[in-house]
């Protein structure tokens, strides 16, 4: 017989010394900045509020002509004023690229696979698998098949069964590999650092638009390749290229998203579907929301997929009926409202490609693209034992292969680009500064240690609310602001030297700080912020201005800033270079002396949402901003 073991987990069964230490109680000090002011989701409730009435509605037309006016000037704005924003932007788009083809592996029957790579930009090399009949129609349909976040990338599974069920159906099918998956899984591909583009005015759009657009060229170019017939599928990460190339490229005839994107205004009220960078850059809902780009389908042909129970993101109960109330109007102006289908899986229900959403697509594939074929059967045909190992579908890439990180250093090398024109009429523009009126109201107050605190909101023009502790030992000789970049539960060491120097502290949270955060969601929320028109470093300059005012007019003096941390250090940099007279002397640590530090640091939009915003390493760099914090004009 076996022996038996009996593993005690308990505490008491470890030595002492393997014991983990209680946490200590926090001192008098900390306990009052841990302090919570404000109610637990207000944060949460005030960014919804704030974002979702700036969201563009659909407008309301009545004929066709109205539509397409209104549809042509959507499009160009979106690719103008969003996708190729920037100079160099435009050189990529309109950059002569090359296709590279290599070695043909065997399929199943009826098909082989061609492995080949193209630039997305010159010296960004996607690779990709070119699943193709072995015979082919004169007029062949063509099919591009996007994948999402799944680290497999173009080798996942349900992917290749897919295009091999399209192969065998005689439409050539491009598997392409996305940026940061698969083959294209490195550190500079990691879609938050896109944004360090954006730090450099060139839109961090632009190369994933261009991977989808050149992909399409690459399947065109086919011989025989039928115009007519260009499908785009894909799911989450892949549902939202299938939406954004389908709507803004109308060479896209038959649209098929799964799971993949949801309305601007669904996203502000549902957390789960804020989505990352890509999916929410600067501006873009300042001139169109996802919703117009579902109705820009009209005239072609759409499926839109969504699952019931969704375990990651779009659950189709609030992300499918918003999509189908904008598109439904336009396609029926357009004669053709059965051209607009919709699809909810139910089995499994979760986030999927799985076989239920492929055959609803091989079912559009039929009715639109083989309409008077009988013989065309929707049904799946088993190919699993045709199914590759990532490593045999590995296409070779060159050793100096171009990536995002690689792209935004290279923009940012010679900015900013004219240091004399850094006006602070320039910087209220870039970072979209908010003067906010303070009202406020105490909320409590304790005393702990011999300090005293009295806890303040601070309600800014009716918009964002500001927890402020105001701190005090006897009698103070002066005021000074706190602002932490881990927030004010963080800064208990600093804030003791001040108060043991005879200072009242303003221990102050602003925007996507300490009790104005919604955990890893924070900055999502900042990237919806920017994606309405405003910008996270304007909103927190302007709480620190309009709290350093409330603080003169409250207390008689105006109080010195101490910032621990970069972020905080830069949006109180702003926050005096825009308003010098009101905000007092900054004392920062842990300071950066040059924006140029964000990009060599390669930090990442999702550890310092503030920092990223657009064109501000375009027009200035500390050195400027410190100059217009010390001008008083």
Known sequence: MKPTFILLLGALSLPLWAQKPAPAAPTGLEALLQHAILPKDLFLTEVQGYCEPKVPRMPKVTTLEEWKAIENQTRRDVLDKIVFRGALAQQ?????????????????????????????????????????????????????????????????????????????????????????????????????????????GVSGLAPFYLAMSRA???????????????????????????????????RVTLCNPVAGYSSFRTRAQFPTDLGDSEQTPNDLATVADYTHLTAMLGGRAALLTFNAKDNC????????????????????????????????????????????????????????????????????????????????????????????????????????????????????????????????????????????????????????????????????????IVIADQGRKAAAKDIEALLASGQRVLAVDPFAFGELTAGGRTYLYALLVAAVGDRALGIEAGQIAAVSRWGAEQFGSKAAVQTIGTRSSLAAL???????????????????????????????????PEMFCFGLLESFDVPQLKALAQKRD
């Open 216 to 250: 399409l060229d690459v399947l065109l170019a086919l011989p025989g390749a039928d115009s007519a017939r260009v499908a785009v599928s894909g799911l989450s990460g892949g549902g939202w290229q299938t939406i954004i190339i389908s709507s803004l490229d109308p």
């Open 92 to 200: 990529w788009r309109d950059a002569k690229t090359k296709v590279e083809w290599f070695d043909t592996l065997e399929g199943g029957e009826g098909y082989h696979i061609k492995k080949l790579r193209y630039e997305a930009l010159p010296g960004l090399w996607i690779p990709a698998l070119l699943y193709q009949p072995d015979k082919p129609a004169a007029r062949m349909p063509v099919h591009l098949a996007v994948n999402g976040h799944d680290g497999n990338g173009k080798a996942a599974p349900y992917k290749q069964i897919r295009c091999i069920n399209l192969a065998k159906r005689g439409i050539a099918s491009l598997n392409v590999e996305w940026l940061g998956m698969g083959q294209l899984r490195t550190d500079g591909f990691v879609h938050t650092r896109m944004n360090q583009l954006d730090l450099c």
């Open 574 to 608: 702003v926050a005096r270079a825009m308003e010098p007279k009101q905000v007092g002397e900054l004392l920062p640590s842990e300071h950066i002396e040059s924006l140029h530090g964000i990009l060599l640091n390669n930090w990442t939009v999702a550890d310092k």
């Open 313 to 480: 993101c779009f659950a189709s109960d609030h992300a499918l009926q918003p999509l189908l109330d904008a598109a439904q109007p336009i396609f029926k102006l357009h004669g053709h409202p059965e051209r607009l289908r919709s699809h909810e899986n139910f089995d499994p229900g979760t986030h999927n490609y799985e076989i239920d959403n492929r055959q609803a697509f091989y079912r559009m594939i039929g009715d639109t693209f083989f309409a008077n074929d009988a013989s065309f059967n929707p049904t799946e045909i088993p190919c699993e034992k045709e199914v590759k190992e990532k490593a045999e579908l590995d296409v070779p890439l060159p050793a100096d292969n171009l990536d995002v990180h690689q792209l935004a250093v290279a923009a940012g090398k010679d900015l900013p680009r004219d240091p004399a024109k850094a006006t602070r009429g320039k910087l209220g523009e870039i970072v979209k500064y908010k003067t906010f009126t303070a009202a406020a109201t105490q909320a409590g107050e304790e005393t702990r240690d011999g300090t005293k605190a009295v806890f303040w909101k601070l309600r800014l023009s009716d918009t964002w609310t500001v927890p402020v502790v105001e701190l005090t030992r006897g009698d103070a000789k002066g005021t000074a």
